[in-house]
């Protein structure tokens, strides 16, 4: 595991859980929101959040949480070795989405920018969420499935596998 793809619908907890993968295996942590987002939640030029993605597929070992644009997501799941698709049943993801509103002013949330735009950002999220069939489809799935001749995939579906995962990873790691 040197090149670690985390990716899923909105508020299912990525941005910790790639935190907490990065500390336990002091792989480095680029938070895609903080790539393509300034302070105040305003988009890089494209340009600009091409070449900073770019160079971090080229470095030697990274851990990139978030999806991007439709075509850095794919180059990314062609350059990780690791692929770890966080899908959560929707009525948590939404759940999440909310509840990471409500905390909002006391919290900022994991891997975002400064000042985020927590309304809009909450009701792009839900948006996201309604439309993720069009992108998380069964046959997206088959082939990450498919992926795992030549990769490590993880395929992570309840809280459970999400909590015990990093657990279970450093009990592997130390037992081998």
Do not use: C
Not at 167 to 172: A, H
Request: glycine residues 6%; without cysteine; aromatic residues 12%.
């Amino acid at each position: 595991m040197k090149k670690v793809a985390v990716f899923g619908k909105p508020g299912g907890g990525k941005s910790t859980f790639s935190k907490n993968l990065s500390v336990a295996t002091g792989i480095p942590l680029y938070q895609l929101d903080k790539i393509e987002y300034l302070t105040g939640g305003e988009k890089v030029a494209e340009n600009i959040y091409l070449q900073k993605h770019n160079e971090i597929l080229k470095s030697e070992a990274w851990i990139i949480d978030g999806l991007g644009t439709i075509a850095t997501f794919r180059e990314r799941l062609s350059e990780a070795d690791t692929l770890i698709y966080i899908d959560l049943p929707l009525r948590v993801h939404y759940w999440w989405v909310t509840k990471r509103l409500f905390k909002s002013p006391l919290f900022k949330p994991e891997g975002w920018p400064d000042k985020s735009p927590m309304i809009q950002s909450t009701i792009t999220s839900w948006v996201n969420l309604r439309n993720s069939p069009k992108l998380w489809t069964p046959e997206f799935s088959k082939k990450l499935a498919g992926m795992s001749e030549y990769k490590s995939v993880y395929h992570i579906s309840s809280v459970k596998e999400l909590k015990n995962f990093i657990d279970n990873f450093i009990n592997r790691k130390t037992s081998s």
